[in-house]
């Protein structure tokens, strides 16, 4: 089946330290999206790419980095520079970059902070 | 610049009554609109979407939503509650490069 993976389900952050989330796909999409959510305050961007080896920066980039080497993954790391990183982290992807794409979500990773 | 706005974090209705779940939107190009359901520690999954086909769009599980530009809205229908509707729910809108910016979403109960 198609679809979208994210791994962990739990994650578990010591001060100080990086982790990496994962984000796999193989529905063949161009495009791939971090999205931090809190309690409260919906959806966050964190960073998007519309291509393999390019990626932006969305509304709250800070303390975290992506990379984008291949079509279908797309693992964002979660740095010692974010301050505050206890959230749920989803993954998304759609087939290109037009506007009335569907975004397609991965079941999503917990992040805390020991 | 595009936002939604979601009024009432918290509905609560009576199983078998009228679901309303309100959105609003601002864009500064014509909207693409979309509502996702979310269950608990889960991804969030489309329920529909409105690409300007249609103003009154069907979705999944019994949902519609009609798009009035003239109010600004894309709200979220359902004629009948069922117990298994309990969720979080959320509206978005698309921007440049298929960005979504999302509301902050509604939880919805459902009361036996």
């Known amino acids: 089946d198609g679809g979208i993976t994210q791994s962990p389900k739990y994650l578990f952050r010591k001060e100080g330290q990086n982790v990496t989330l994962s984000c796999e796909q193989n529905?063949?999409?161009?495009?791939m999206y971090w999205y931090r959510q809190d309690p409260g305050q919906g959806l966050r961007l964190i960073y998007y790419s519309q291509i393999v080896n390019d990626f932006q920066k969305g509304d709250i980039a800070e303390g975290y980095s992506v990379s984008r080497e291949k079509k279908e993954s797309f693992p964002l790391t979660v740095t010692s520079a974010q301050k505050n990183p206890t959230a749920f982290y989803l993954c998304?992807?759609?087939?290109?970059?037009?506007?009335?794409?569907?975004?397609?979500f991965g079941p999503g990773t917990r992040l805390l902070v020991l | 610049a595009q936002s939604v706005t979601q009024l009432g974090s918290h509905v609560s209705v009576s199983e078998g009554a009228l679901v309303l779940l309100r959105c609003n939107y601002s864009s500064s190009v014509p909207p693409y609109l979309f509502w996702y359901v979310q269950y608990p520690n889960q991804g969030l999954q489309l329920l529909l979407k409105?690409?300007?086909?249609?103003?009154l769009v069907k979705g999944i599980n019994g949902f519609e939503a009609e798009f009035k530009k003239s109010e600004t809205s894309f709200h979220l229908t359902k004629p009948s509650a069922h117990m298994s509707d309990a969720a979080e729910y959320f509206c978005?809108?698309?921007?440049?490069?298929?960005?979504?910016?999302f509301g902050t979403g509604t939880s919805l109960t459902v009361i036996p």
């Open positions: 409105y690409t300007s086909a249609a103003t």
């Open positions: 998304a992807s759609s087939p290109g970059q037009t506007r009335q794409e569907t975004q397609y």
């Open positions: 529905l063949n999409h161009d495009a």
């Open positions: 978005a809108v698309s921007g440049t490069g298929n960005q979504f910016y």
